[in-house]
């Protein structure tokens, strides 16, 4: 256990471990020292002098060794010059203060030379409202400058950085922390200061241009307006909008996010893809903070690609195809017409459904198909990845823990395309001296912080991995990232390697799923579908819900010898949805509450940002309807009540409840609240941290594959 020192700041007495730096030392008792260029996720540079502080240590008495004592108090010599807090740790007996005299009209001093050449563009920043540099002017800052405003730096107003962010190179206050987290934190060091003094640039230096999946953070941790993303920028004010929390639905790594949201104007307001006109819209997605899962991070996929909610032409209300054609009726008929064709042929219905759909979706599709015999398929997701629900990584496990002596394996995946956050995080478990094997047929950006890279053709990885035995043996933890190689031999070799670990926090199989929720899927009892084309033919019902087997190519229509009776639940007419006998309006998770369970088994909660769309309606309760028409009792009234079935019902989800799913506890580095300077623009999370599955022992103890 680290050793622990005491000391006051601002009179104040803590105890924190030995090496903290003040200013953290600061924070967990509340006193946010002003900073700029220091980030809690960052190694300290000292660059902007924001951060001054009066020090003081206990005089030594050289002879004795003992501090000196006088009054009955350690005597404590103050230093000459002030500190920065962000660089200088904390020692036995220090006394700090940070709003002192002195330090006040240092730290006044430093904010009245930074607004020496800034535009103070402010009404029309988008960093306004939540702009640190803004935040610490009217609270330290005096209310004259004694420079000449034509002595300010002028440069192009915007600049691209790249297709995603913009660059307005006068708000820059060069505190670097845009090019530290290219460098440190996504280990992709494409922006670069340029010039000197006033005339100091930030650049970028790949080709594409910011050439990282990660760029949009900079925006969340620049301290001014200077980086914002083209999506947002002039999109709204930050205390115009409402903030609801969320889980992003595009890779199985789970991040929590933020929707701001913002009722428009009537009139020629766009968002993306759609006028809005008086509704309720997205306005960005943000970060929320789980250190557990994301840290305060977010990749551009995550930040950008949402979109597709909003598109105009979603499906808003039900259709039975009559005579060939698609026309619009209610949820009565189309309701009944499913009855009535499904009725005589239930043994023969088969559910197909994609990870695109939430826990409750997912269930209750499941007891509609139990409850008429048929089956439950999963559609397009990794061979053999059912393994994961015996060997799978179990509560207590967090790549942020990991670091030496655990053993990852990356065995057929490019974490950086397929799970961004995983790439980051496997990165930093790399570099805090994890061992990192690599499989893989072609290279990916991780293989530079590979320890062992091993090179095989495709479909030859699980040969590869099965000759690692000795290579992973003495691992104190193992945790093994599994992608398509072609079978399931691959999840059967990388399972063998972890099986006898099952159980234990920090070791255990992850499937690096192509959608969000495969992995809960897969824990519901859901089979993964194999050949699509037999099951077509085979069937005399096929309800598919969130998947376009036909667009995507996985049915050929024309070799189809017998259609089946075809009901497709879905946001927009996919191909699939074209075909279908009856067609049913879903809403979009941003419309509605509801589960998912990431690749690490993580069951995470997201709740309604904006209202739903016309008459859709939310799956697990498109399938409560149909099974009612059935005969077959399934929970629809909410998502909540659908989550206490599904805990009643399946082992790995005892217990969990959509309360336990909100819980948070205090987590470090302490972000958002009202020092948007200390973290940057992540929110706190306040929504849930989510719950990891427990593991049904008994198939684990079983031993075989
Ligand atoms: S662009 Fe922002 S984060 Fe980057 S150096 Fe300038 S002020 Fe700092
Ligand atoms: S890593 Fe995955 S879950 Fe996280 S923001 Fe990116 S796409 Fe979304
Ligand atoms: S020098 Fe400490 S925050 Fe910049």
């Given at each position: 256990m680290a050793k622990m020192v005491s000391l006051t700041i601002d009179g104040r007495?803590?105890?924190?471990?030995e090496g903290t730096l003040i200013v953290n030392a600061a924070k967990t008792i509340g006193i946010d020292v002003p900073v700029f260029c220091y980030h809690p996720k960052m190694e300290p540079v000292g660059m902007c002098r924001q951060c001054l502080v009066?020090?003081?240590r206990p005089a030594i008495d050289r002879a004795t060794g003992q501090p000196v004592?006088?009054?009955?108090?350690?005597?404590?010599?103050?230093?000459?010059?002030?500190?920065?807090?962000?660089?200088?740790?904390?020692?036995?007996?220090?006394?700090?203060?940070?709003?002192?005299?002195?330090?006040?009209?240092?730290?006044?001093?430093?904010?009245?030379?930074?607004?020496?050449?800034?535009?103070?563009?402010?009404?029309?920043?988008?960093?306004?409202?939540?702009?640190?540099?803004?935040?610490?002017?009217?609270?330290?800052?005096?209310?004259?400058?004694?420079?000449?405003?034509?002595?300010?730096?002028?440069?192009?107003?915007?600049?691209?950085?790249?297709?995603?962010?913009?660059?307005?190179?006068?708000?820059?206050?060069?505190?670097?922390?845009?090019?530290?987290?290219?460098?440190?934190?996504?280990?992709?060091?494409?922006?670069?200061?340029?010039?000197?003094?006033?005339s100091t640039d930030i650049i970028t230096s790949s080709e594409p241009p910011f050439d990282s999946i990660f760029s949009g953070n900079t925006t969340d941790i620049c301290p001014v307006g200077a980086l914002t993303t083209a999506d947002f920028r002039f999109g709204a004010r930050p205390w115009e909008m409402k903030a609801a929390a969320s889980i992003c639905s595009l890779c199985p790594v789970g991040c929590n996010v933020t929707f701001n949201t913002r009722r428009e104007a009537k009139s020629r307001a766009r968002t993306g893809t759609t006028t809005a006109g008086g509704k309720v819209v997205i306005k960005r997605a943000m970060p929320r903070q789980n250190e557990?899962?994301?840290?305060?991070?977010?990749?551009?996929?995550?930040?950008?690609?949402?979109?597709?909610?909003?598109?105009?032409?979603?499906?808003?209300?039900?259709?039975?195809?009559?005579?060939?054609?698609?026309?619009?009726?209610?949820?009565?008929v189309a309701i009944e017409e499913i009855g009535n064709k499904v009725k005589g042929n239930k043994e023969e219905v088969v559910v197909l459904a994609s990870g695109r759909l939430s826990n409750e979706d997912l269930f209750n599709l499941k007891q509609l198909a139990d409850g008429l015999g048929g089956e439950a398929l999963l559609y397009d997701s990794l061979p053999g990845g059912e393994l994961t629900t015996k060997y799978g990584v179990s509560a207590g496990t967090n790549i942020g823990d990991m670091g030496a002596g655990t053993t990852i394996l990356v065995a057929a995946s490019d974490l950086y395309h397929e799970a961004p956050i995983w790439h980051l995080r496997v990165k930093q478990a790399a570099e805090r001296g994890a061992t990192l094997i690599i499989v893989n047929s072609e290279a990916t950006r991780l293989d530079k912080y590979a320890?062992?890279?091993?090179?095989?053709?495709?479909?030859?990885?699980?040969?590869?991995?099965?000759?690692?035995?000795?290579?992973?043996?003495?691992?104190?933890?193992?945790?093994?990232?599994?992608?398509?190689?072609?079978?399931?031999?691959?999840?059967?070799?990388?399972?063998?390697?972890?099986?006898?670990?099952?159980?234990?926090p920090n070791n255990g199989l992850v499937g690096v799923w192509p959608r969000a929720n495969d992995q809960g899927a897969l824990e519901l009892g859901f089979k993964p579908a194999q050949d699509l084309q037999a099951v077509f033919e085979k069937a005399s019902v096929v309800y598919i819900v969130g998947a376009d087997p036909i667009g995507d190519g996985a049915i050929k229509t024309q070799n189809v010898k017998r259609k089946p009776f075809i009901i497709v639940q879905e946001l927009f007419l996919t191909e699939t949805a074209k075909l279908a006998d009856v067609l049913l309006p879903a809403q979009a998770f941003t419309e509605r509450d509801g589960s998912y369970t990431s690749g690490e088994r993580r069951v995470q909660r997201f709740y309604p940002a904006v209202p739903a769309l016309g008459e859709t309606k939310a799956d697990y309760a498109i399938t409560a309807l149909i099974a009612a028409e059935l005969g077959i009792e399934v929970e629809g009234r909410s998502a909540g009540l659908v989550m206490d079935k599904l805990a009643a019902a399946v082992p790995a989800f005892a217990d969990i409840t959509y309360g336990k799913l909100a819980e948070t506890t205090e987590q470090w580095p302490i972000i958002g609240r009202a020092d948007l300077y200390y973290g940057g623009t992540s929110y706190q999370n306040s929504q849930g941290l989510g719950v990891p599955l427990g593991r049904e022992n008994k198939k684990a103890e079983e031993g075989s594959l």
């Open positions: 007495p803590v105890s924190v471990s009066e020090v003081g004592i006088e009054n009955g108090q350690p005597k404590i010599n103050f230093g000459p010059k002030l500190e920065t807090a962000c660089t200088t740790p904390v020692s036995e007996g220090m006394v700090v203060l940070s709003q002192s005299d002195k330090a006040r009209a240092s730290q006044k001093e430093i904010l009245e030379f930074l607004l020496t050449s800034h535009p103070l563009d402010c009404p029309v920043c988008d960093k306004g409202g939540e702009c640190p540099l803004q935040n610490l002017t009217m609270e330290h800052a005096s209310p004259q400058s004694r420079f000449l405003f034509d002595e300010k730096h002028h440069a192009e107003k915007r600049v691209p950085l790249g297709d995603k962010i913009w660059l307005d190179r006068e708000r820059c206050i060069q505190c670097a922390r845009c090019i530290r987290f290219q460098e440190q934190v996504a280990g992709e060091p494409v922006l670069a200061f340029y010039q000197r003094g006033r557990q899962v994301n840290e305060i991070w977010i990749c551009d996929r995550g930040r950008f690609e949402w979109h597709y909610v909003e598109r105009e032409d979603r499906l808003e209300k039900p259709l039975v195809k009559k005579n060939g054609k698609l026309e619009k009726v209610s949820w009565k320890k062992h890279l091993v090179r095989c053709e495709k479909g030859e990885a699980a040969k590869k991995v099965r000759e690692l035995g000795a290579a992973v043996k003495d691992a104190k933890n193992l945790v093994i990232f599994f992608g398509a190689d072609g079978s399931s031999a691959l999840a059967e070799a990388c399972a063998e390697l972890v099986k006898s670990r099952a159980g234990k």
